[in-house]
Every structure is written in structure tokens, then in C-alpha cells.
């Protein structure tokens, strides 16, 4: 069965520092993959979405930037992590165009 | 263009039903329906990809107006564990989901 793995669970970083988030799909070959983040009591953001490896489309121009180095593997990074920064970092992936998404367990980051 | 989800929340007693809905200014190609409890990430229900289609899941189920661009989900004798926030996503020609604001929805005992 494919499993899904994203990690950290929280993370307290402070202002002016990377980030490195990475998520991962058991299972399964060639997934789509999404980042969204979620504003406390917000919904939804689409950051970037992947449908292969190195192709990385990007929804929100911000200091955020994704990488898929392989297959499975779905990379979010900052150089320099902004207040505004904080929120619930949701990984996703789909096996097939219009195929329901299944989530990570998320990463709680707030920027100190 | 982010769907629009009405209403905003809803309280309701347990047994009673209710109906969300969504609307999109653009074209539709799919309608996802999702249910996130407090602090957990969301889990999937259902997509619906064509005009007038329904679906069910046990006593959730959801219709699709493509030609209205609109979406809805009845929840038919709630249950305690109906209880989170329902987001509905609206797919693009690209499969990429952009997610409504959610509905909070609350049954009580």
C-alpha cells in the first residue's frame, strides 16, 4: 500500500534562517506531489506542485522554493524564513490525473 | 481564482443534515471534497468530474453542476464524527486543486 512520510512534525525556526522540509511517497512510482501551507484557522494554499522529477511549478512568488531530486521525494526549502512564514505545511500526492489527493501528517513550523 | 464555500460554519444537532456548497467563477474539471479535523491534515471524500454527477460515501454524499460551476456535499443524518472542516478543491485543466476557505461544521450530542 503507499504511504506517505513528512517530516518534521513541529519546527520553531527563527527569523533569517533556511528551511528544509522534506516528504517522501512509498508505494508508488512517478506520484504527482503538491506543497500547500495553511494559515491558522485559513485554508488551503497551493505553493508548488511536481509531476515529475525536476519539474517543479510554482503557484505564490515567495522565499519558498521546491525541489523533487527523485521519484518520491518532494524537497520545500527557504534560504531566509520570513514571520509570515509560519503556518501547517501540507505534503500531498495523487497517483493519476483527477485521482483524490492523500496528505502528509504536516509540519507545524512557526518563525520566531 | 479560489472557490467560494458557503456557509462559513454550521451547528447542528446530531441526526439532523446538512448541505455545503461551493461555487467557482471559472470552468471546472473536478470537484474534490475533503474533511480535516482540529490539527490533523485532511482526508479525501470525493472527487466528482462530471456535470450533474453524484456520488455517495456512506451517508456523505455530493452533487456536481458543471454548467453552473457549483458543487455540493449532504451530510444526511450527522454523526459525532462529522464534526471538522469541510474544504472543497476545484480542478484546473492541470489537475492542480485550489481549495475553498472550508466550512466549520460542529454536531453536537
Known amino acids: 500500500s503507499q504511504t506517505i512520510h513528512q517530516w518534521p512534525a513541529t519546527l520553531v525556526q527563527p527569523v533569517g534562517s533556511p528551511l528544509s522540509l522534506e516528504c517522501t511517497v512509498e508505494g508508488t512510482s512517478n506520484p504527482n506531489l503538491y506543497w500547500y501551507r495553511q494559515a491558522a484557522g485559513r485554508g488551503l494554499q497551493l505553493l508548488f506542485y511536481?509531476?515529475?522529477?525536476?519539474?517543479i511549478s510554482s503557484e505564490v512568488p515567495q522565499n519558498l522554493s521546491a525541489s523533487r531530486p527523485q521519484d518520491r521525494q518532494f524537497i520545500l526549502s527557504s534560504k531566509k524564513l520570513l514571520l509570515s512564514d509560519s503556518g501547517f505545511y501540507l505534503c500531498a500526492w495523487a497517483k493519476y490525473r483527477n485521482y483524490g489527493y492523500t496528505f502528509g501528517s504536516g509540519t507545524r513550523l512557526t518563525v520566531v | 481564482q479560489q472557490p467560494v464555500q458557503s456557509p462559513q460554519a454550521v451547528i447542528l444537532r446530531e441526526g439532523e443534515d446538512a448541505v455545503i456548497n461551493c461555487s467557482s467563477s471559472k470552468a471546472l474539471y473536478s470537484v474534490h471534497w475533503y474533511r480535516q479535523k482540529h490539527g490533523e491534515a485532511p482526508v479525501f471524500l470525493m472527487i466528482l468530474l462530471k456535470g450533474g454527477e453524484q456520488k455517495g460515501h456512506e451517508k456523505i454524499s455530493a452533487s456536481f453542476n458543471e454548467k453552473k460551476q457549483q458543487s455540493s456535499l449532504y451530510l444526511t443524518a450527522s454523526q459525532l464524527s462529522y464534526s471538522g472542516t469541510y474544504f472543497c478543491?476545484?480542478?484546473?485543466?492541470?489537475?492542480?486543486?485550489?481549495f475553498g476557505k472550508g466550512t466549520r461544521l460542529h454536531i453536537l450530542p
Open positions: 511536481s509531476v515529475g522529477i525536476g519539474q
Open positions: 478543491g476545484t480542478g484546473d485543466r492541470d489537475d492542480k486543486i485550489i
